[in-house]
T-cell receptor, first 112, second 112 residues
C-alpha cells in the first residue's frame, strides 16, 4: 500500500520563526490533507490540497503531485501553533476513495 | 454547521470489560470512518461505512471489535473484551463520498 513519510519528526522553534514541514508519498494520489492535532487531541483540518498552492493566514501549503510531495509552511510561528502536524492521503479502491493513510507526524514546539 | 460529535470523551476500564463509543457525523455525510490512534502514531483505519454498509473492515480485530451504523447516520463501536493494547484514542470521521474528511474530538480509552 501507499507509504507516507513526514519530516522532520520533531521541530523546536522560537516564537516568530518560520518553518517548513515536508510530506512524501509513494504513489500517485487524488488529494492530500494536512491536519494539526492540538494538545487536547483534536485533529483540525488545515488544507485539502491535491495539487497547487493554498494559503490561510500564516499557513500555506503546496502539493507537487507529479513529484509526490507536499510542503506546509508556517510563518511567524506562535505558541498556539504547537502540536503535531499530520499529512494524510486516501487509499484508492478501484478509482473510488477510501480511508486516509497518515504519516507519523511532525511534533512542533514553539517557545515564547 | 455542527461538527462530528463523539461520546464519551474519556473512558477507563479494566481488561476483559466491554466498552462502547458513539459517533454522530456531520449532517449529510454518507461516509463514516472509525480510526484508532495509539500514542505517538498517526490514526489508522478500523472500519469505513458508506451509508449503513461496510466498505472496509479489513483492519478491524473482529474477535473483539464490532461496529454498526444501522440507520446510515449514527454509529457505535464496541470492544468486548478489552485488552491492555486497546488503550488508544478512538476517532470518528465523516465525509461526502470521496471528499475531505472531518474528525470528531475522539474518545481516549485507558485499559488497566
Amino acid at each position: 500500500g501507499i507509504q507516507v513519510e513526514q519530516s522532520p519528526p520533531d521541530l523546536i522553534l522560537q516564537e516568530g520563526a518560520n518553518s517548513t514541514l515536508r510530506c512524501n508519498f509513494s504513489d500517485s494520489v487524488n488529494n492530500l490533507q494536512w491536519f494539526h492535532q492540538n494538545p487536547w487531541g483534536q485533529l483540525i483540518n488545515l488544507f485539502y490540497i491535491p495539487s497547487g498552492t493554498k494559503q490561510n493566514g500564516r499557513l500555506s501549503a503546496t502539493t507537487v503531485a507529479t513529484e509526490r510531495y507536499s510542503l506546509l509552511y508556517i510563518s511567524s510561528s506562535q505558541t498556539t501553533d504547537s502540536g503535531v502536524y499530520f499529512c494524510a492521503v486516501p487509499m484508492n479502491y478501484g478509482g473510488s476513495q477510501g480511508n486516509l493513510i497518515f504519516g507519523k507526524g511532525t511534533k512542533l514546539s514553539v517557545k515564547p | 454547521e455542527a461538527g462530528v460529535a463523539q461520546s464519551p470523551r474519556y473512558k477507563i476500564i479494566e481488561k476483559r470489560q466491554s466498552v462502547a463509543f458513539w459517533c454522530n457525523p456531520i449532517s449529510g455525510h454518507a461516509t463514516l470512518y472509525w480510526y484508532q490512534q495509539i500514542l505517538g502514531q498517526g490514526p489508522k483505519l478500523l472500519i469505513q461505512f458508506q451509508n449503513n454498509g461496510v466498505v472496509d473492515d479489513s483492519q478491524l480485530p473482529k474477535d473483539r471489535f464490532s461496529a454498526e451504523r444501522l440507520k446510515g447516520v449514527d454509529s457505535t463501536l464496541k470492544i468486548q473484551p478489552a485488552k491492555l493494547e486497546d488503550s488508544a484514542v478512538y476517532l470518528c470521521a465523516s465525509s461526502y463520498p470521496g471528499s475531505e474528511q472531518y474528525f470528531g474530538p475522539g474518545t481516549r480509552l485507558t485499559v488497566t
